[in-house]
């Protein structure tokens, strides 16, 4: 057996090394296709559907004239329009 001096390292050993080496390539391998495969297989995140925006236009007794409301809320008037 053989003692090592306070400090000093063990020269590594090259058939370690190239098995350390060839098991980190593996893994950086297996990583890279588990995250292609991940982007593959991922649902996208679907966009939340909005209804439809809905026009009302008011020509009543008491409406403002030609007044465009989109949603409920007065976006405009029309001019000169009494009825559409």
């Given at each position: 057996?053989?003692?090592?001096?306070?400090?000093a390292l063990e020269a590594p050993r090259p058939a370690?090394?190239?098995?350390?080496?060839?098991?980190?390539?593996?893994?950086?391998?297996?990583s890279a296709a588990l995250a292609r495969l991940s982007r593959r297989?991922?649902?996208?995140?679907?966009?939340?559907?909005r209804p439809a925006p809905q026009l009302e236009f008011y020509a009543e007794a008491g409406a403002p004239e030609g007044?465009?409301?989109v949603d409920g809320k007065l976006v405009g008037f029309v001019s000169g329009v009494q009825r559409l």
């Open positions: 057996m053989k003692y090592l001096r306070a400090g370690r090394e190239a098995a350390v080496r060839l098991v980190a390539i593996g893994l950086r391998g297996a297989l991922a649902v996208p995140a679907g966009r939340v559907a007044a465009l409301y």
